[in-house]
């Protein structure tokens, strides 16, 4: 199954390589666009009714996230999870400070591997779950707040710590990198291109 979770659109170059995909015709594939707030919430939702199928894995792919069109010959691999690297911007403070989506040794990555690499924590950008996980793991999407509701641990995070709590390896397939679409302030990143 691959899954779309979104809460507006989906970015022309998502519906491009889901075409693309699907085309191919090497996989049977069922596909499941999510339409609702809450990325937790479109997940875990996306979760039960890929276990109402009897697919083996589920790809998650977010509308601002593009893949390779060959992500599925990852499968293959028969991992836990496998996760896809995207740049994502750890803003801090009005800092633009890109990294991957992938933690090391507790902290994100700049630095690019290769292959199949096994991580601490990984983003779910583009992800390719196994059955057997999501069929031990409850609301394996789901947020972690504490006492005054604030959130503390976000729901890809979280999502790690639970594999990792249930000896699930959570890989990056560092050969098959990601875009990531955001509407971003151009000033920031001028020195980079002018």
């Known amino acids: 199954m691959i899954a779309v979770p979104t809460d507006h659109s989906i970015h022309h170059s998502v519906v491009g390589v889901l075409c693309q995909i699907i085309l191919q015709g090497k996989h049977d594939i069922t596909t499941y666009i999510s339409t609702m707030r809450g990325i937790g919430e479109h997940r875990n939702k996306i979760v039960e009714a890929f276990l109402d199928t009897d697919m083996e894995s589920l790809m998650m792919m977010d ?23 995207t740049p994502i911007n750890l803003n801090w403070m009005g800092v633009t400070n890109i990294f991957w989506n992938m933690w090391k040794d507790g902290k994100p990555t700049k630095d690019t591997g290769k292959g199949l690499e096994e991580v601490d924590k990984a983003g779910t950008g583009c992800i390719i779950i196994h059955r057997r996980v999501l069929e031990k793991l409850k609301n394996p999407f789901t947020e972690v707040r504490d006492e005054t509701g604030l959130r503390t641990v976000g729901t890809d995070i979280a999502f790690s710590n639970k594999c990792r709590e249930e000896n699930f390896k959570i890989y990056c397939a560092w050969d098959y990198p990601c875009r990531h679409y955001k509407d971003i302030d151009l000033l920031t990143i001028k020195d980079r291109i002018l």
């Open 63 to 85: 509308a601002d996230n593009s893949c390779p069109n060959n992500v599925l010959d990852l499968l293959k691999e028969d991992k836990d999870v496998i996760s896809l690297p």
